[in-house]
């Protein structure tokens, strides 16, 4: 006997367990035999994001709408759905899909029922309500929405994966992106010792803060040369010790960098590491000398950033005092 691998390419008409199809094989001489290989035919759905509606939000102001185009390569034999991670969804909350069409939306609640390696998952049954993939009705191709409220603790450019699964199918998943911002809040801000000082001394600026989710990065105070004694440095602290740092060390004064460019000293949060505003409020001291010659209002401006976050800007009420100079 003598050993031949044939190879044959072809386009089967459907997705699943094929065993049916007859491949003869004869040779002069000899008779023709037939075998019906095994084998299953798995589809694929190709994904297209059409619309992300809003594509950038404050955090925690309400639902984003996702509008996809979902093509098959088959018709879907069954089972058909897409699954989305509950913890990318805001507590308590409902995700819904539904058919994109000229009329007014008919959206359908996905379930919390499935769970993959501990993880739950909302999921979106589309057969149970009539959506399906069908060559021979013209359904190949569908175009679905979602409507989400992303979870409390994203804050950034985000993404939120959607797998689409079907019976004989490839999972596939689309991953929609975007953003959400956050804001922060000034509580109370106080001068130390007093909110008048003598000309050449140095005063500490306490701010109270909170913010509407935890940051994630870029936390940056500043302050313009234009408003400090030349060349006198800028120090920061947190005023009642944070998170995982020993209350020493968070407690220590840490300088801020001059920044040539901005004219303003940068004081850092992630200098410390761990740190990030909360809801629960942080307190952060600002320790610098004010620009001698201006005797009066204090002029000078502190800002505050984070990366996807509301900056802000603040005046004070500090007074500087002139003093009779020998």
Request: with cysteine; net charge negative; glycine share 8%.
């Amino acid at each position: 006997p003598t050993a031949t691998d044939v190879f044959l390419s072809f386009v089967p008409p459907e997705v699943g367990p094929y065993s049916t199809l007859p491949i003869t094989f004869s040779e002069v001489n000899t008779q023709p035999f037939t075998v019906y290989p095994a084998f299953l035919v798995l589809g694929r759905f190709t994904l297209t994001q059409i619309k992300v509606t809003p594509t950038s939000m404050l955090h925690g102001s309400g639902n984003v709408t996702i509008i996809l185009n979902i093509t098959a390569s088959a018709t879907t034999p069954g089972s058909e759905l897409c699954i989305i991670p509950a913890p990318n969804i805001a507590a308590g909350s409902v995700v819904y899909w539904f058919p994109v069409t000229s009329g007014t939306p008919s959206y359908t609640a996905c379930s919390t029922v499935v769970y993959v390696d501990g993880i739950p998952y909302y999921v979106c049954n589309f057969r149970s309500y009539g959506v399906t993939w069908n060559s021979t009705q013209g359904t190949l191709s569908q175009i679905l929405g979602f409507l989400l409220a992303p979870s409390d603790d994203m804050v950034g450019s985000k993404a939120i994966p959607i797998q689409f699964q079907a019976e004989n199918f490839l999972n596939t998943t689309i991953s929609p992106n975007f953003t959400i911002i956050a804001e922060a809040f000034v509580i109370q801000d106080e001068l130390l010792p007093l909110s008048a000082i003598p000309a050449y001394s140095n005063v500490t600026l306490r701010y109270a803060m909170r913010s509407t989710a935890n940051s994630v990065g870029g936390e940056t105070f500043a302050l313009d040369f234009s408003a400090l004694q030349p060349s006198s440095p800028v120090f920061w602290k947190f005023a009642t010790g944070y998170g995982n740092q020993s209350s020493l060390a968070a407690k220590q004064w840490i300088p801020c960098q001059p920044n040539y460019g901005l004219q303003r000293y940068l004081c850092y949060m992630p200098d410390v590491i761990g740190a990030y505003l909360n809801a629960s409020g942080i307190k952060v001291d600002l320790n610098f000398i004010p620009l001698p010659s201006t005797v009066g209002p204090w002029p000078g401006i502190i800002h505050f950033n984070a990366t996807a976050f509301v900056g802000w800007t603040r005046t004070t009420n500090l007074t500087v005092l002139g003093v009779l100079l020998d």
